[in-house]
């Protein structure tokens, strides 16, 4: 059975994916998948990113500076940004505020990504946002700008009531491999907990291993399997969940109303 899906995560242009990534995206068509958002995570990778996705009609870029990668930036890289967000680009990510090991760069993070929330509301452009142990303070951000474009919670970690909050301001929640676990409870009772009309599906390949692969590279190619198990989960049929991701994909993404089925 061919789904139409649409991975809204996915790191295709690392160069562990040179030798692969032809065959991989032949693969993914020909399973149905319509299109994969490749989210660039610092300036030294826009250029990648913009060749990897010229290459293939399945590829869709977006542009952003991650926090994870506080030290490499400048603010002289939002400046750049605006130059990059040109027709084909989905979304300014991937952006946010990251605390797991700390908080000693806060401050920077904080100044960098209000400047790239003021960046994508002037492009009228939606977020991919990655957030850990920060929902409440990125929450805040975006009410004080008054962020009105939406946009996916990648990788979400957070509480359910955090994610309605998200879902309030007009974000999808991001799910993948971490919800493949039998224990991972807290995230799957999160996933049946909020409406279906607000769940996409993302792999974050190569990061964040499904459980029938979590030896291996993840790929964009699990996602069928994923969206198998998530669908399992949620007590709905597989092409249900498929279908109304998608076309949650599409709604948050506008610029991917360009994309059509395969097959």
């Excluded at 998948?33 to 990648?48: E, F, G, H, K, N």
């Excluded at 509301?121 to 805040?140: E, F, G, M, Y």
Aim: hydrophobic fraction near 45%; include cysteine; aromatic fraction near 6%.
């Amino acid at each position: 059975m061919m789904l139409d899906l649409i991975d809204t995560h996915c790191h295709l242009d690392i160069p562990e994916f040179d030798d692969s990534r032809t065959s991989l995206l032949e693969s993914c068509r020909a399973g149905g998948m319509r299109a994969i958002v490749v989210p660039a995570v610092t300036r030294s990778t826009w250029d990648t990113v913009r060749q990897v996705c010229s290459e293939s009609a399945l590829l869709w870029p977006a542009f952003g500076l991650h926090p994870c990668y506080v030290a490499q930036h400048q603010m002289s890289d939002v400046d750049a940004l605006d130059s990059y967000l040109q027709q084909g680009v989905v979304a300014v990510g991937e952006v946010g505020l990251d605390v797991f090991h700390g908080d000693t760069d806060l401050d920077q993070q904080l100044e960098l990504l209000r400047a790239q929330i003021a960046v994508a509301r002037n492009h009228r452009l939606p977020l991919i946002i990655h957030a850990r142990k920060t929902q409440d303070l990125v929450l805040r951000e975006l009410r004080r700008q008054r962020f009105e474009w939406g946009g996916v919670m990648h990788a979400f970690s957070g509480s359910q009531q955090q994610a309605e909050r998200f879902i309030e301001a007009g974000f999808c929640i991001g799910f993948g491999g971490a919800a493949t676990y039998d224990r991972a409870q807290k995230l799957r009772g999160i996933l049946t907990a909020i409406p279906i009309t607000s769940v996409v599906l993302e792999t974050d390949s190569p990061d964040i291993p499904p459980s029938f692969a979590r030896h291996e590279i993840n790929t964009p190619f699990n996602l069928f399997r994923i969206t198998e198990i998530l669908a399992d989960v949620m007590g709905v049929e597989v092409a249900a969940l498929a279908r109304q991701s998608t076309i949650n994909a599409l709604r948050v993404f506008p610029g991917l109303q360009a994309t059509q089925p395969v097959g």
